[in-house]
């Protein structure tokens, strides 16, 4: 069976292998603020962008393994670029972050293969944790802790 991501209703706590989309939430003074945010990641990473509008954030909280223990392969891109098409979202806001290593270890052309499908993005390396996303005081969409 193939890699899915399926949506769900929850973009504060948005679990592995699912994904959500939220109204952008404003910063408070210089404090980005999560509009998206995922379960705690221990080898997972997350893909984020804006959409067209600017007006909604969308988080995608992807496991290095998918439903059936099989590691993310490059076919399981087409399915993460899928979701963002049928978001519309703005490639040039796309952001990754989490735990890129794990990824860039077990997977490598899988991640490659990623990161140039969503036009080579800035990517945040973290250690395990919980992150998300949100729009910093200048509009621009950066990590959360």
């Given amino acids: 069976?193939?890699?899915?991501?399926?949506?769900?209703?929850?973009?504060l706590a948005i679990p592995e292998r699912r994904w959500s989309a939220n109204a952008n939430v404003a910063p408070i003074g210089d404090e980005t603020q999560p509009t998206v945010?995922?379960?705690a990641f221990s080898s997972c990473i997350g893909i984020c962008a804006r959409n067209n509008d600017?007006?909604?954030v969308i988080?995608?909280?992807?496991?290095?393994?998918?439903?059936d223990g099989t590691l993310f392969a490059s076919a399981d891109v087409a399915t993460v670029t899928t979701i963002l098409q049928d978001w519309n979202y703005?490639?040039?806001?796309?952001i990754v972050l989490g735990q890129t290593?794990?990824?860039q270890a077990s997977a490598p052309q899988a991640y490659q293969d990623l990161l140039a499908a969503l036009d080579n993005p800035d990517v945040y390396p973290f250690g395990d944790g919980q992150y998300g996303a949100g729009l910093n005081d200048g509009d621009v969409l950066e990590p959360t802790y």
Avoid: K, R
Avoid at 59 to 67: A, F, N, P, T, V
Avoid at 90 to 94: A, G, Y
């Fill in 37 to 39: 945010q995922f379960t």
């Fill in 90 to 94: 703005d490639i040039d806001t796309v």
């Fill in 54 to 56: 600017g007006t909604e």
């Fill in 101 to 103: 290593s794990a990824w």
């Fill in 1 to 11: 069976m193939a890699y899915q991501i399926e949506p769900c209703t929850t973009p």
């Fill in 59 to 67: 988080g995608i909280h992807l496991s290095l393994y998918d439903q």
